[in-house]
């Protein structure tokens, strides 16, 4: 569950080559438990029939300011009042430079006017028309009148160019809209995070890691970019898409990770602008093998296996915590008996104020869970649930946790 589930979404459809990405943006809303409603404009309809969205949402289409099917001939009154937000996605230069000025010639300008609720707009069009001075005039007068833009992305575009102004991505678009919905109890903060498994190498072609997916981590590098926080999140090894708007770096060994969160704590105090939260999410590898083989370990004729000795890795989490000016500290826990005990113990060992431990520990790869979090006199149960919901919880429930920022 996101911040769109149960949200009556407009979603109003202009003409341009991406309306046909509306239709699958249509289908992403929905799974995100929004309810979707679509207008077009009529030069939308030259691009997609009005039959694919009608089939898609089970709703029917409108594109008529004088539509019959509207009892009191009131559309534009009644579609905006039913909805939490109007997404218009594309929006076409000129639909927005309708916007800007106010005109309402057909349905969907026209709701735009009339509404009660957010307007969003996904911009999508030529680079040429994205960067013309009047497009640039129309998008600040936009922005002026409280309108929020999502996008253009740059890349490659339908007329064969390359440049600013692809519509984003429908999932992007969809997450987008989810921060948008979510509150801010982040606003302002800074947030580093770790995620995923390590990789200890053996030699070029071995290593040591688990089985850590990386979801709970991004899916609460994403709930802390909803609320409002800048994000940096490093991640080992993992097949997850980067959050919109989350500072990524890519590491390797707990050795590599240690490291990297050294250097970004460090940056960020010198620079003045210190880490508020530091979660720590990642299942960092314990020990690494002791001796790295620059070339690949042969098979003996003897059959004798290799002896691979260990080395003890540097515990991130507890450097980061022991630190002058530490952040407020996140551990995760991974168990696999006496939850609640040795989560407590993990708590004071690791000297942090809040650990948070998965119940069960078959979680790998797995879209949902179920969460212990332990202060130091407390524990409170999230119930199963998938890591986007669990991880938005999370956040609201670490945000009144953090001190106050010295003014
Ligand atoms: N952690 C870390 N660096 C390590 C090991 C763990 O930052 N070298 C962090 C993890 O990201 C997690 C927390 O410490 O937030 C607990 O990790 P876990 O593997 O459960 O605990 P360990 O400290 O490794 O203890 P043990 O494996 O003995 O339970």
Not at 211 to 237: D, E, H, Q, W, Y
Not at 346 to 367: C, M, Q, S, W
Request: with cysteine.
């Amino acid at each position: 569950m996101t911040a769109v589930d149960g949200k009556r979404i407009v979603l109003g459809v202009s003409g341009g080559v991406a309306a046909y990405k509306a239709a699958v943006l249509a289908r992403e809303l929905q799974r995100a438990g929004a309810r979707v409603q679509v207008v077009m404009t009529e030069a939308a309809t030259h691009f997609v029939g009005t039959a694919t969205f009608q089939a898609l949402t089970g709703e029917p289409v409108f594109t008529d300011q004088w539509d019959a099917r509207i009892a009191n001939g009131m559309a534009h009154i009644e579609l905006s009042r039913a909805a939490d937000a109007i997404l218009i996605a594309p929006a076409s230069a000129d639909f927005m430079a309708k916007l800007a000025q106010g005109l309402c010639d057909d349905l969907l300008s026209t709701l735009c006017l009339a509404r009660e609720c957010p307007l969003v707009l996904a911009p999508a069009m030529n680079r040429q028309m994205w960067e013309n001075p009047a497009t640039q005039r129309n998008v600040a007068r936009l922005r002026a009148d409280g309108i929020e833009l999502i996008g253009p992305d740059s890349g490659e575009q339908a007329c064969g160019e390359t440049g600013m102004g692809r519509m984003l991505e429908p999932e992007d678009i969809v997450e987008s809209l989810d921060a948008f919905f979510s509150r801010k109890v982040l606003a302002g903060r800074r947030v580093l995070l770790t995620a995923g498994p390590t990789f200890e190498p053996i030699d070029p072609v071995r290593g040591i890691t688990n089985r850590s997916s990386g979801k709970m981590g991004f899916a609460i590098a994403r709930a802390c970019r909803n609320a409002g926080a800048m994000v940096t999140l490093v991640s080992g090894p993992v097949a997850q898409r980067t959050p919109l708007g989350v500072r990524r770096i890519d590491v390797q060994t707990a050795q590599q990770m240690h490291d990297t969160v050294t250097r970004e704590l460090d940056q960020a105090q010198h620079a003045k602008q210190p880490v508020d939260l530091f979660i720590a999410v990642a299942a960092v590898a314990d020990w690494r093998p002791a001796r790295y083989s620059e070339q690949k370990i042969k098979k003996t004729d003897a059959g004798s296996a290799p002896e691979l000795g260990f080395t003890q890795n540097p515990d991130i989490l507890a450097s980061v915590a022991k630190r002058e000016a530490a952040p407020y500290c996140v551990g995760f826990a991974a168990e696999s008996e006496a939850l609640e005990r040795n989560g407590r113990d993990k708590l004071a060992r690791k000297a942090i104020p809040l650990l948070v431990a998965n119940i069960g520990h078959e979680t790998f790869g797995r879209d949902d869970n179920e969460l212990l979090i332990l202060d130091g006199t407390r524990s409170v149960r999230l119930p199963r649930a998938s890591k986007d919901a669990l991880a938005r919880d999370l956040v609201a429930d670490i945000a009144p946790r953090l001190p106050a920022r010295p003014l």
